[in-house]
């Protein structure tokens, strides 16, 4: 296999068109075919599709088929990769929400049902659901050890589970800290990722965390004390894999901490676009937001931007089996790269000029990636549902699998790129948040605010409450500070539709019950007056408040709060216990002060329930 990819890539550097929707490839760039008909017409959607994830495609280990989880359909889809033809798929109940996948040592297949918090186990030869195991509320990563015969899925509440491949309950259960993204396995443990911080966890074989690592921070413009520096911090984990060469590889983003205009600078360029250094030209690829990979391994670390060879929105990675070769799918620019080992190693750090070996921009988001027999890469798309084989000629074979669902313009305009080179999941990565706070001109710090639970209940918007609809918000947003062309009154409604289809966020299960129970009395206790402005379903309400932190700001709500830290408007509270101190206003800010420790523990233990 890496001998035809080295003649595959042996031509040159072929670099894709412009990071962009719609973009068309440079001149000399390899031509991607139109999509091919679907095999059937034109079908309504179950439920609003949910955001793109991505890692969802998995090559068996003998070659013979590739299997694609579709989220949007609720599907596992087999296709024969010798005959290039799709089998009957598996069909999963509905909401399932598949994401990660892996195949066990007897040849079965698993996958999470993100939604249904489950645990999925298939025959794929026979296209048979063997199993289905409850694992978590929110499953993210998975990977399969075959010394022990167990799968290990890392979930957003922290948990850890660790279950027989061939059935049964969970043998292990670690509750390491929240927001856990994948899980990868090697001789010596375990490698778990934590999704918005880009953080790895190092996990010895019996389950203790003995090592920490986290990408460095890049600086794609001028050198660090020069008046052009501008840097560039690590965040949101898009995908953690296997090095076969040792080690693993992070596929992730890094966002500007210079401070930001928030209304267009003199020629019109927008304030998310970037910023300018002292020569006048623009940065080193657009946006604040850029596509970075990090790799950790036996020779060291190193760091890289990846914006002008991937593009917006990363989603997933992949090595050739003898890792010689790596491939990466942007689904904002719908782009796929392909690098070999020399070009992993030939980047400096924070580099972003460099182009990637070969390039190639698709008809539809490519959301997976993965290396199939005989030197193909494969690629998962959606909308249309499919797969493209990379061959190591300039030929191409795409295979539709499914019905083409009927467009959802909201959820297009979401993940889109704006000329400004990011999308709006560029920092509300699968419509959530991305824990980053950010510096805006003329405000201060300013933390991503969640959209997810319902959005329109808790109007007007902005930090500040401003801003008295959605519709005005989304201008602010996408028109002013991302350059998006104005939107029609049909886009705005349509992107405000699938907003409300958003979940929120989930809490941790309770460690102590009884703990959890007291702190929920407290909380709507009138000693304590939080329920004032955090009632309901979600602990909110439309109000603004000044709670000690230099004025009015709108009441977050509160639930999947244990996923939102740094907390408050500014992200001064780096965690529960700082929430309710000085820099969150003392007791103006729910007067807890008079509780003693225990009782405040307490109050903890119930909002991380949220």
Known sequence: MSE???????????????????????????????????????????????????????????????????????????????????????????????????????????????????LLSVDVARGVLLSRRPVCPAPRGLAYAPAADLLHVACAGGELVSLPAAGGPAVRTLQLAPDLRDVVTDADGLWVSRFRSAQLLRLDAAGQVVAHARPAPLFPVGEPGSPAHVAFEPGVSARLVQDPQGGVALLHQVASTATLPVQPVPGGRAPY?????????????DGVVHSALYQHGAAGVRGRDLQVALGVLPGDLAFAPDGAFVAAASAGSRRVLVGSRAWLGARAQGDCALPAERSFTLYAQPVAVAFGPAGTLLVQTREPVGLVRLLGTPEYQALTLGERLTGDPGHRRFHEPAPSGLSCASCHPEGTQDGRVWQLEGLGARRTPPLGGGLAATAPFHWDGALGSLSATLDDTLVVRMGVPLPSGEDVDALARWLETLPAEPGLAARDAEAAARGETLFHSAALGCSGCHAGPRRVQAVSADIGTGGLFQAPPLQGLILRAPFLHDGCAASLEDLFGGCAGGEAHGRVGALDAAAQAELRAYLETL
């Open 273 to 285: 676009a970037g910023l300018e250094p002292a020569s006048g030209e623009p940065t080193c690829g």
């Open 4 to 118: 035809l990819l080295r003649r595959w890539l042996g031509g040159g550097l072929l670099v894709a068109g412009l990071a962009c929707t719609g973009a068309e490839p440079e001149p000399g760039a390899p031509a991607v075919p139109a999509a091919p008909p679907p095999p059937g017409g034109v079908a309504q959607p179950l439920r609003a599709p949910p955001p793109v994830s991505g890692g969802t495609l998995l090559v068996t280990r003998e070659g013979r088929l590739a299997v694609a989880a579709d989220a949007d359909r609720d599907l596992l889809w087999r296709v024969e990769l010798a005959t290039w033809k799709a089998q009957a798929p598996v069909v999963l109940a509905p909401g399932d929400e598949p994401g990660r996948l892996v195949e066990d040592g007897a040849g079965r297949v698993h996958v999470l049902a993100r939604r249904a918090g489950a």
